[in-house]
């Protein structure tokens, strides 16, 4: 049996030979020919034992075939080239073949893979082609020094093929290259350009084999090179498909454990692996944190003699540690520690770059080295500070919420002196909502209580008129959390803090225009009250008076825009004023309601004049009454002066308005005697004002002072006013003439009830005339009232509005009143 299988053997050799013999023959014959002698080629070498040959000592056949197949690679044929390629496949992966064949084979495929005038126009064929030479690497165990050449040609000429499948075979050549070949670090770095092309193709399956090639090659790559590659590597951590970023990963953290130059490339390999730690793909997470942490060991254990102490007894994790976050090994902690000085500029950088991923990705990494850094990051605390500074004004929301917790990390490690002299020196540059946030987040972050000194800095400084004053609602809201954070540290609050935090509350309530804010400062006003045993009126009592002179030291610049003006205004609303914190107000009410000043600044002021004396209870105004005469006669006066325009007239209401709150609502009687003289020819004036709320505000005023000041004002003088008002009996408005009525009621009741109105006979008439054809106006309000008028002030001459209703009955259409009226007179003489 043995006998029979040797003489198949031979038989198949010399049927092998003779084909070979044929195909020699036939190179230059037809296409068909040449094909049917390579299918008989094909069919015989495909059932040999690879021992046959050499049993036969043919092998020289081999390499004449071999020869003439690599010739073929270019014949006219497709099917032709198709079965050499095949030929080939099984010789070179089955048979021993001469080193002259394999270069010969090489060069041949170097030019129908190349980008040369002989490429192969068959893509089946090409993928054949780099399988082939795929095989060859992978079966020879001799070096392909002499070949590497025209390797790296074909190599580089499949990854950039337009093929899809011949970039993979390519990439996946390359990779094998590399790991079999002694000399590969001669052709390392020509790849690097076909690789970089490659790496964004469309295909995923593409660009993960391109990653692991680039792998292959970086340690062969000069400095220049290698940032190019990492660059490039690190982009593919955005990628959208998670094995393109966990191939990325694998490689990146193969390169932290066997780059031969590692040690010098950490600063640009640790943000890369410390950003896939925060992948959305927990597979890239896991692989990325088991590569971070053999990294971290690896370091360590090649550096024991440096870390003895470290390794031998191992720090016990601090209190009141992040929980969020599980303490990083020893190692990995070190690595960063070592670095964090080289990787902080390109860091900073990139948190400014143009693409929203990358700064999200930064911001994460950021984070990740001051967690791993710990209280060494206080060598890079301003750096630190600034990246952080960065992400918190970023437009993404992520970026914002990882500078917020990398800031509260800074509070945990950094000693709370110096981190806050850092900081407030970067609000102090440029004031700003987000600096005020990361400020706030590191008070909150802080794992101890600030030195005395250091937090009545921090307040003093949020107490300045730079920041305590700033305008915008967000500034607004994290200097809240600020002032929330420092109550809240547990620190001790004395009475200076407490007056810097009274401070910028109450800025902060003054300035805002929204209510949420506002309510959020008047609830940390309680809260500070209560943290020092007060209520907030005694709280206001303790520091109204200091913060009232502080804000008012520069009152004679204020103008509309002063930020000082919404303060006050808050301020004066309160109901919390007092006698001497009114004092201290008045000389800026008389400053501001001076003619030169701005109307709406006047404007203002009035409006504030009556609610704050409305704080005052009748004793305490009656103590005041020399301060309050002084404010109306130099503030609210000047403004009752008529002169031309809507805005003086509506000025002239709100003086108006804030005279009768105090005069004609006053229980001081003693206050408007001392206006008297004074005031009844203004309001004279007044009563024929364009405006008529201030017309009716003139009546009500003089219908209130009337009876408190006829005992101490000359009559004539009284009897002149009412005589002039008796033209406001026409006025326009129903209102005004109704309070005319009034008025000249309160006028004649306000004499003596022995008062002898003889005097003054002609006057009262007058009265009576004006009066009395009133008494047939349309409006049935308004007859009754006059009716009303002269049965009350009939008493002072019965007689002449007597007369006078008489002479005066048949031309009124109003009888029935008239003999009403004829008979209370004659009632009244009897």
Not at 477 to 503: M, P, Q, R, W, Y
Not at 799 to 811: G, I, P, T
């Amino acid at each position: 049996m043995a006998e029979q299988t040797v003489n198949t053997d031979e038989n198949l050799v010399k049927c092998l030979t003779d084909c070979c013999e044929n195909y020699f023959t036939l190179k230059k014959g037809d296409a068909l020919s040449r094909r049917n002698a390579l299918k008989e080629i094909h069919n015989y070498i495909l059932i040999l034992k690879p021992d046959s040959f050499q049993e036969s000592n043919l092998n020289s056949l081999l390499d004449s075939l071999s020869q003439s197949l690599t010739s073929s690679l270019s014949d006219g044929s497709e099917k032709c080239r198709e079965l050499s390629v095949a030929i080939l496949k099984i010789i070179f992966s089955r048979f021993s073949i001469c080193s002259e064949s394999l270069s010969s084979l090489f060069k041949a495929l170097a030019n129908r893979l190349g980008k040369t005038d002989e490429r192969e126009q068959s893509e089946e064929i090409r993928i054949l082609e780099i399988e082939l030479i795929n095989e060859v690497i992978e079966r020879t165990n001799c070096s392909l020094l002499l070949n590497l050449n025209d390797i790296a040609s074909i190599i580089s000429a499949c990854i950039v093929d337009e093929c899809p499948e011949m970039k993979r075979k390519g990439c996946e050549c390359l990779s094998l290259l590399a790991f079999k070949e002694s000399q590969f670090h001669m052709i390392g770095g020509t790849f690097l350009t076909p690789l970089l092309g490659t790496i964004t193709h469309q295909h995923m399956k593409t660009r993960v084999l391109c990653i692991k090639a680039l792998g292959k090659i970086v340690d062969y790559l000069n400095c220049e090179e290698f940032e190019k590659a990492i660059s490039y590597l690190a982009q593919r951590l955005f990628d959208h498909s998670p094995a393109v970023r966990l191939a990325a990963t694998e490689v990146v953290g193969s390169m932290m454990l066997e780059l031969k130059d590692r040690y010098s490339y950490f600063p640009r390999l640790i943000p890369i692996i410390l950003s896939t730690l925060y992948d959305e793909v927990l597979e890239v997470r896991s692989k990325g944190k088991e590569l971070w942490h053999k990294s971290g060991n690896q370091y360590l254990k090649e550096n024991d003699k440096d870390y003895k102490d470290l390794i031998d007894f191992p720090q016990e994790t601090p209190k009141n540690y992040p929980n969020a976050e599980d303490r990083p090994p020893v190692g990995c902690r070190i690595l960063v520690q070592r670095n964090s000085y080289k990787i902080f500029p390109p860091l900073l950088t990139e948190l400014s770059d143009w693409l929203a991923d990358t700064r999200i990705k930064c911001s994460k990494v950021l984070y990740s080295i001051i967690l791993h850094s710990e209280e060494k990051i206080t060598s890079q605390l301003t750096a630190a500070v600034d990246g952080i500074a960065f992400s918190a004004k970023d437009e993404s929301k992520e970026c914002v919420e990882m500078a917020i917790k990398a800031a509260e990390l800074l509070g945990y490690f950094v000693d709370p002196n110096l981190l806050c002299d850092t900081i407030m020196t970067l609000i102090h540059k440029t004031p700003s909502s987000s600096n005020l946030r990361i400020f706030a987040a590191s008070i909150q972050g802080c794992s101890s209580e600030y030195s005395v000194e250091c937090f009545q800095e921090i307040l003093k400084f949020l107490a300045s008129s730079s920041i305590s004053r700033l305008r915008k609602a967000d500034e607004q809201t994290h200097l809240l959390l600020c002032v929330e954070a420092l109550l809240s540290s547990g620190n001790k609050i004395d009475h200076n803090c407490s007056e810097f935090i009274f401070t910028i509350l109450l800025s902060v309530a003054g300035l805002s225009k929204i209510d949420t804010i506002i309510q959020k400062a008047e609830e940390l006003l309680v809260k500070l009250a209560v943290v020092q045993s007060y209520t907030v009126p005694s709280l206001f009592e303790k520091h109204l008076l200091p913060f009232l002179k502080s804000l008012t030291s520069n009152y004679e610049l204020w103008n509309l825009q002063s930020p000082e003006m919404p303060i006050f205004n808050y301020l004066l609303l309160s109901d919390h004023l007092y006698p001497e914190a009114i004092k201290t107000v008045i000389p800026v009410f008389l400053n501001n309601l001076h003619p030169s000043k701005d109307a709406r600044v006047r404007s203002i002021i009035l409006s504030l004049i009556s609610p704050t004396l409305n704080c005052l209870s009748p004793t305490e105004c009656e103590g005041m009454s020399e301060d309050i005469l002084t404010l109306i006669r130099s503030g609210i006066f000047p403004n009752l002066t008529w002169m031309a325009g809507k805005t003086a007239s509506k000025l002239r209401t709100l003086a108006a308005a804030s005279l009768f709150e105090i005069v004609g609502k006053s229980s001081n009687p003693a206050l408007v005697k001392h206006l008297g003289d004074e005031i009844l020819p203004i309001l004279a004036t007044l009563a024929d004002d364009d405006e008529t709320t201030t017309r009716l505000l003139s009546c009500k005023i003089l219908e209130s002072i009337l009876p408190l000041v006829n005992d101490c004002i000359d009559d004539q003088k009284i009897h002149n006013t009412c005589f002039q008002l008796l033209r406001c009996m026409d006025d326009e408005s129903d209102d005004v003439r109704i309070m005319t009525v009034r008025v000249l009621k309160a006028y004649v009741k306000s004499f003596p009830s022995d008062y002898d109105w003889n005097m003054y006979k002609a006057h009262v008439k007058s009265i009576y005339e004006n009066v009395l054809i009133h008494m047939d106006d349309k409006n049935e309000k308004i007859r009754q009232s006059v009716l009303n008028l002269l049965k009350d002030i009939g008493f002072a001459a019965p007689d002449v509005l007597l007369d006078e209703v008489e002479s005066k009955r048949y031309v009124m259409s109003a009888n029935d009143l008239c003999d009403n009226l004829i008979a209370h007179i004659k009632n009244i003489k009897v």
